[in-house]
């Protein structure tokens, strides 16, 4: 688009700020000193005294690890856990004799646990590694010796090297900008990788450079500069460049920092100043913060119980051994003298038995070390990693318009994403589309526009009108299909029906003169910027927010189609209703006073051809009816009744007026303004905005905009099924109190049957109170004010107890603020926690963040936030977990969530779905995997009282260190993975089961514990069944006792069966995955025997042949294996029975149904019966669970 | 111009970004695997399913506990506790000092027979609170020297009954220097009835963890004696009493093989015992006792086993019909309100 003749035109005064060259500031003279002691001799990267400087190369390295430190350093972040150092200092006593078991065998799983997380962190670090060297790799065309452009690799950059920047390339090293292929040395960059924000940026060269417009004119270029250190900070930036025996000031406004993009621009030449890890978006680069989930952190407590319970056991151990070997000789007899106690070392001296307690007990923190599960995190990782996988590939939550699937960011939070109790969500472009829509606007006291919004027909659905058929009101949206049936006729951000003033009969209403008016200030009051297409000569416009294209589109659509934009003026082709042409008109563009959230409007001063200098302003009704002059009002009543039904529609509105300035005060005041602008102090800005204040009074009115931001499709019915599912939602949005109202009642987060209760300081005294500007007063009514409010529907909700009637609380960010205080944050966090649904409204980012922060802290149950802008960034950190929609507001809010989706209601299907499913496999997968390492290790407890403590295991050392690797591990991760207790389909149907998940009944201390009991039930029964079973006789028919080989397998066997097969019988979900793990450990254990048993038993020691030749020929082996795992099991099945039949789990029911109904839907449709009965139980699930 | 702002008026919807002209969809692919549809069976508690399950066990777990229990019960057991019987009744106080002493320690004893004994009939020894899965004790042998002539010095492990005279003992350790001895000899009638003693231990015992060609040297050369003497000329491999004694007891009560007699006895038979009485548990006041024992296919007298499946198959039945009554009486219907009255608290367990 940028031809020629674009190109030479100065675009410098566009952005009215930037006409002013940064003088010399204060920091200015640091130059040189410390912080500021870098020197860039441009073009001149092979100087000795470049070279000297010796600054880091481009070369990027964004890894953890290198191939030196991988090693040292994993195993450094390795041994951070507390159970790892456990087992690395069980590893080293390993080698004393104080091990019960040879050293091999403990080192063995550790090393294979460590192993498996370094190689996982490898393998993240290797994917990392290679998107460096992606980015080493890119080319960019590089000054060399012959004064030519060469393509060079971006690694290969060195500090002061010349580069030229193409259209739409990335810039490969912190740059200064010389000159560009605009006259003017400006360029546009778009810096959606560094803040997210996908508008466009000006950056400008300095005059002295913007002159080397060609390859050829580098060929003398030389300069040195000297600047800041490397730094983080993005919007600052200080040095100085020596030009031609100059000094000139450089900002941040000359700078092109890397991985930002040249747009607009054909190319810019520039000079490399900070290179790799010194340039500004390295240095940036911090690690998300890492949040953990309640589970893990209640595991961390369940880990420390295992100790205590390791520490006691191994103490009653030692204490019954010290007594026991201080036995072994009395008055100077020996007493079990086979074990010589004369002779002996000091671990079984009978005469320092107080010692050989002390080391027994080492000893036994080592035998029993298999309580504490070795391979658990190692696991809960994996298992992680694969859910998010899961979680990245579902097709259900891939959102095709903008192809873009479902991201979990992190693993850490997966089973947290079950157990959210309460949704905090950002309104526009996480409710809404965020894709403006001109739907109506009010003119001169008229009401223009006929379309029906959704909000509306929400409305008039809940009042049991008739509603028309969306038809032309709502065409775009539904997709790109509908736009070719209409025509051509849509337009995206234009959907506007009134014949009275569209194709040029504006000019037959009564107030025409008005309306061009209104039309112009919508044509000429913003920052777009057109792009017309040169085959077509369609204009399309960039513009940074929706709002503003899509009055500019709506001005185009009228009438007044914005074409051209210089730096100085603006120009409109206008339909000129005398002589019924179009004819150009071309505005004098004189300022710019942007579009602030604190100023809350925007205007341009401009001159006409008609040398009238106009004022021309819009923003926020708040801000603007106040700033009408005395004769501007003559439509303030009506367009304030139309403003407040628009909002009521669910609209946003803006007033739009103006102002006729004459030149007297047009000149001082710009004289103040220019004066504000250089000044350089800190509050600089506030000085701008008096200044701008100080002109944009005395407005005239002419009318409001209303532009509509459709809901994303299928909210209501998301927030239904979530509300169903127990879980609250609070909405905090910037919109008023009636719009935010209203979308409420559009996405059924209100409901008819529900109780307002409506906190705000909108009321007759407090406005007095504001008038007479008394600020202590104002503050102190407020509180109070606020205070009686929340008492109110404290005491409106303790009377309804008992009742079904919900709340719903709307809060505007002025009573926020006060809400928040100290004093009255309890009741109000009472209040809002009664309530099932929270609007706030009005409220500022920080807000957002502070609500967060009090629901989170509050309440103390888990929170989920959930936005797609910057504003929303501070609420998705403070949340337990924030969900980022990456929707069309820059990428600032996905890169800090945890978890992005691309609509609103894949929110459904994530937390139904998926979080119940991973809350209820981690869970389960915990239990189980405490279960299955205390039935192991109670056995070896037990044995150890028939062995006197001595601290000899029941099993060879391998079927140990095995245990947690291959015989149960498995098993156990395809749990965690693929369990599902419910399928997609029904646990989106009951969205009911999810309270399972915040009500966290699946990982209650009482469940926790029972399945610790069960652990030592089973190995009680398998110890002692084993034991009484095979004592003495002999177990074979050839008369063969058993021994101590045959015991530990007997005993193994059953642990190997017993633990498998209760979770063959926990688990609900059985595919062949299930079948292969659990059987195939099972079968391992046997195959494991019999190789391990085939080994020259120097190796094999205990285990030689011992299942071929011992224990396989012996029918008693497998009976008793029989017996101990069938009696093991029952304890939880008949548990289990009976906790279904009389105080079943939702999930219990649900199956039930799912069992019961099948039968019918084997035939297809489900029988009327059955659908009724399925209806009811319904209600019933809900009924209950509320009544709870 | 490109662009993916979401207000030109030409671009589609959210119009792909510009620097990749190619739109590469990202759209995941569908496989079962992925969606986490795999076929699968979805078995729940159902009351039909746990009463058949438990009916089950039962009908399978009662005969085999009957059969077990008829098997424990064919099997013939005499078993003659002599510890104390067999010590003079004047060195009774100190037992000890009896069995230290170099007197003559030969006491005998007769068995009857009470039921016909098929041979062959398993001559065992049970001794009572030696600990031979104690840990010092069970790491005290040389698993090398055991196998291989060449390794006889690789006693690290035996101490203190390592070396003797400066010289490896072999076979070193604690288990081997603490071998019962106590012998028995049985004459029915007066006529010597023999015991095989061959084929007592583990054939992959004998075959590979106890060398053909290692001798005992040096054995029991100590001053202090712990147990059996061994045949200096008989190689390891063939001393099976050496044999079945390390081979370590994983209780402290237990029997080991002594030999086999392969002969029937009759009911009503007198077996006499010539006993000598050697091996001191008196320190350790171990019981010690002779068990004369046929065996049936499940080995051993023992009614544990079948007892245990009677009760848990019995159990098993109980819990069946205490179900089902449950399932009759109280049966959950679908959309039946009375048993939400039991949920006032779902899911509490």
């Not at chain 1, 000139?248 to 490399?272: A, E």
């Not at chain 1, 051509?488 to 504006?506: A, L, P, Q, V």
Request: neutral net charge; proline residues 3%.
């Amino acid at each position: 688009m940028a031809d020629r003749s674009k190109s030479r035109i100065r675009f410098s005064r566009l952005y009215s700020f930037l006409c002013l060259r940064s003088p010399f500031r204060d920091e200015h003279s640091q130059i040189g000193q410390k912080g500021f002691s870098r020197v860039v001799y441009c073009n001149e990267p092979d100087s000795t005294e470049q070279l000297q400087l010796r600054y880091r190369s481009n070369y990027v390295s964004t890894t953890k690890y290198n191939a030196f430190n991988f090693i040292p350093k994993s195993l450094f972040e390795q041994f951070r856990r507390v159970a790892n150092i456990y087992f690395l200092v069980v590893a080293c006593v390993s080698f004393s004799p104080l091990a019960p078991y040879t050293a091999t065998s403990i080192l063995f799983p550790l090393i294979v646990v460590i192993g498996a997380t370094m190689a996982k962190e490898a393998v993240e670090d290797w994917r990392r590694r290679k998107q460096d060297i992606e980015a080493n790799n890119r080319k960019v065309e590089v000054y060399d010796r012959n004064h030519n452009f060469q393509e060079t690799r971006w690694k290969k950059l060195r500090v002061g090297d010349l580069v030229k920047v193409y259209k739409n390339e990335y810039f490969p090293a912190d740059l200064l900008l010389l000159s560009s292929s605009y006259e003017d040395g400006i360029c546009y960059v778009e810096t959606m990788n560094l803040d997210g924000e996908t508008n466009l940026k000006v950056k400008h060269a300095l005059d002295v450079t913007a002159s080397l417009h060609d390859d050829d004119s580098f060929q003398q270029f030389k300069a040195v500069m000297k600047c800041e250190d490397p730094n983080e900070d993005l919007y600052a930036f200080v040095g100085t460049l020596f030009y031609n025996g100059q000094r000139h000031p450089l900002s941040v406004q000359q700078i092109l920092l890397r991985d930002s993009k040249l747009r607009n621009t054909d190319y810019v030449y520039g000079v490399v100043i900070f290179t790799g890890h010194d340039t500004k978006v390295m240095q940036n680069a911090t690690d998300p913060p890492s949040k953990r989930s309640n589970i893990e952190r209640k595991m961390d407590k369940i880990i420390y119980i295992l100790f205590s319970t390791l520490i006691l056991i191994s103490f009653i151990g030692s204490f019954f051994f010290g007594i026991q070997t201080k036995n072994d000789i009395v008055g100077g007899k020996l007493k079990r003298w086979y074990l010589r106690p004369d002779k002996t070392t000091v671990f079984y001296d009978p005469k320092r038995a107080v010692l050989a307690a002390f080391f027994h007990f080492l000893t036994g923190l080592m035998l029993y070390g298999s309580l504490i599960p070795i391979s658990l995190y190692v696991s809960i990782e994996i298992v992680k990693v694969l859910q998010s996988i899961f979680i990245n590939q579902d097709q259900d939550m891939y959102y095709e318009d903008t192809d873009k699937p479902a991201r979990a960011r992190t693993s850490n939070l997966n089973e947290e994403l079950g157990q959210v109790d309460t949704i905090l969500s950002d309104k526009t472009g996480t409710l809404t589309c965020n894709s403006m829509e001109f739907v109506k606007c009010t003119i001169a006291g008229i009401a223009y526009g006929r379309g029906m919004t959704e909000v509306e027909r929400a409305l008039a659905k809940r009042k049991g009108k008739a509603v028309p058929d969306s038809g032309n009101t709502s065409s775009y949206v539904r997709g790109s299909s509908d736009r070719h049936t209409d025509s051509g006729k849509s337009i995206r951000g234009f959907n506007f029906r009134d014949e009275r003033i569209m194709n040029g009969h504006w000019v037959n209403e009564p107030h025409a003169d008005v309306i061009q008016k209104f039309f112009r200030v919508l044509a000429l009051c913003h920052t777009a910027i057109p792009d017309v297409n040169q085959e077509s000569g369609e204009i399309s416009y960039e513009a940074e927010s929706p709002d503003e294209a899509a009055f500019v589109i709506a001005a185009r659509e009228l009438g007044f189609e914005f074409f051209e934009r210089t730096q100085t003026s603006i120009s409109l082709h206008e339909f000129d209703h005398q002589s019924g042409r179009k004819i150009d008109r071309s505005y004098k563009l004189l300022h710019v006073l942007e579009f602030s959230s604190a100023r809350k409007r925007m205007s341009v001063i401009v001159q006409n051809v008609e040398n009238q200098l106009l004022l021309l302003c819009k923003g926020a009704d708040s801000v603007m009816f106040e700033r009408l002059s005395r004769n501007g009002r003559d439509f303030e009543a009506t367009t304030r009744d139309h403003i407040k039904e628009y909002a009521e529609a669910g609209l946003r509105t803006l007033v739009v007026a103006y102002r006729e300035l004459n030149e007297e005060e047009f000149r001082l005041w710009e004289e103040e303004f220019l004066q504000a602008q250089t000044s350089l102090n800190a509050d600089r800005d506030a000085m701008v905005d008096a200044a701008a204040e100080r002109i944009e009074r005395n407005l005239i009115l002419l009318g409001a905009t209303a532009v509509e931001d459709k809901l994303q499709k299928g909210v209501p019915e998301c927030i239904d099924k979530l509300a169903e599912a127990g879980i609250k939602m609070w909405v905090i949005t910037g919109d008023k109190m009636e719009t935010a109202i209203n979308i409420g009642y559009a996405c059924s987060l209100l409901r008819d049957d529900m109780k307002q209760i409506v906190v705000t300081l909108d009321s007759p005294e407090i406005n007095d109170l504001e008038r007479q500007g008394n600020k202590e007063a104002i503050a102190k009514a407020s509180s109070a004010s606020i205070s009686k409010q929340i008492s109110e529907g404290n005491s409106q909700i303790s009377l309804s107890n008992g009742s079904s009637i919900s709340f719903g609380l709307i809060i505007d960010g002025k009573s926020l603020s006060f809400a928040l205080n100290k004093n009255l944050e309890d009741s109000f966090l009472d209040l809002a926690i009664n309530c099932s649904s929270v609007i706030c409204c009005r409220s500022t980012p920080k807000q957002k963040a502070l609500v967060t922060r009090l629901v989170k802290r509050g309440i103390g149950k888990t929170t989920l936030a959930i936005g797609d802008g910057a504003n929303d960034v501070g609420m998705l950190q403070e949340a337990d977990i924030g969900v980022g929609i990456s929707g069309v507001e820059g990428m600032q809010a996905v890169m800090s969530s945890d978890f992005s989706i691309a609509q609103f209601r894949f929110l459904e299907r994530l937390l139904l779905v998926h979080g119940h499913w991973c809350y209820r496999r981690i869970s389960m997968m915990i239990c189980y995997f405490f279960y299955k390492n205390i039935a192991f290790g109670f056995t070896l407890f037990w044995f150890e009282a028939y062995a006197s403590f001595s601290g000899k295991p029941a099993y060879n050392d391998w079927y140990m260190s095995f245990y947690n690797v291959f015989f149960t591990s498995l098993p156990v991760i395809a749990l965690g993975v693929f369990d599902q207790d419910i399928s997609a389909r029904l646990c989106l149907k009951y969205p009911v089961l999810y309270k399972e998940g915040v009500q966290n009944v699946l990982f209650s201390w009482p469940l926790v514990l029972g399945w610790m009991l069960n652990g030592v039930i089973s190995s009680m029964i398998i110890f002692f069944f084993t034991t009484n079973a095979v004592v003495n006789q002999a177990f074979r028919r050839d008369g063969h006792v058993v021994d101590y080989e045959v015991l530990g397998v007997m005993m193994y066997t059953c642990v190997v069966w017993t633990v498998n097969c209760q979770m063959a019988i926990s688990i609900n979900y059985f595919t062949w995955i299930q079948h292969f793990f659990i059987w195939g450990s099972i079968a391992f254990w046997y195959a494991f025997l019999v190789m391990y048993g085939a080994v020259s038993p120097i190796i094999s020691t205990t285990a030689y042949q011992v299942l071929v030749e011992t224990c396989a020929p012996s029918p008693f082996y497998w009976l008793v294996t029989l017996l101990v795992v069938v009696s093991s099991l029952l304890p939880y099945l008949s548990y289990r029975t009976l906790q279904i039949q009389f105080r079943p789990m939702i999930h219990d029911i649900i199956q039930r149904l799912r069992s019961e109904g099948s039968e019918t839907e084997i035939s297809g449709e489900l029988s009327l019966g059955n659908k009724e009965k399925l209806a009811l139980v319904e209600e019933k699930l809900i009924d209950r669970v509320n009544a709870t | 111009m490109n662009s993916n702002s979401p207000s030109t008026s030409t671009g589609g919807p959210g119009s792909a970004d510009s620097t990749a002209p190619r739109r590469n969809s990202k759209r995941p692919k569908y496989s079962k695997f992925t969606q986490q549809e795999l076929p699968a069976c979805k078995p729940i508690l159902t009351p039909k399913w746990v009463i058949s399950a438990f009916l089950l066990v039962s009908i399978v777990f009662i005969p085999i506990g009957i059969v077990s229990l008829f098997a424990s019960q064919d099997v013939v057991e005499i078993i003659d506790r002599y510890e104390t019987d067999c010590i003079p009744l004047d060195s009774r106080n100190d037992k000890v000092r009896f069995i230290q002493s170099p007197v003559d320690k030969t006491c005998n004893r007769s068995l009857t027979v009470r039921k016909h004994m098929k041979q062959p009939i398993y001559v065992y020894y049970q001794l009572d609170n030696f600990y031979q899965n104690h840990r010092r004790y069970v790491k005290s042998r040389s698993d090398q020297q055991l196998r291989n002539p060449g390794n006889e010095d690789d006693t690290s492990a035996c101490k203190p009954e390592d070396t003797a005279h400066g010289m490896p003992i072999v076979p070193c350790g604690l288990i081997a220097w603490s071998l019962f001895n106590d012998t028995y000899d049985f004459t029915r009638n007066n006529q010597p009835v023999t015991i095989n003693k061959i084929g007592i231990s583990w054939k992959s015992d004998r075959d590979h963890k106890f060398g053909k060609n290692v001798y005992p040297k040096n054995f029991q050369n100590n001053t202090l004696v712990g147990g059996a003497r061994l045949d200096a000329n008989k190689s390891l491999s063939e001393q099976e009493d050496l044999i079945v004694w390390m081979r370590t007891a994983a209780l402290p009560t237990f029997r080991k093989l002594y030999g086999k007699i392969e002969v029937d006895l009759q009911a009503g038979d007198v077996i006499n015992v010539e006993l000598q009485n050697n091996y001191n548990t008196y320190s350790f006041n171990g019981k010690k006792k002779l068990v004369l024992s046929t065996t049936s296919w499940l080995g051993g007298k023992n009614d544990f086993l079948g007892i245990a499946y009677l009760a848990v198959g019995g159990l098993c039945f109980f819990l069946s019909m205490v179900f089902t009554i449950i399932y009759l009486v109280k049966p959950r219907k679908l959309g039946d309100p009375s048993y939400l009255s039991w949920n006032r608290n779902p899911g509490g367990r």
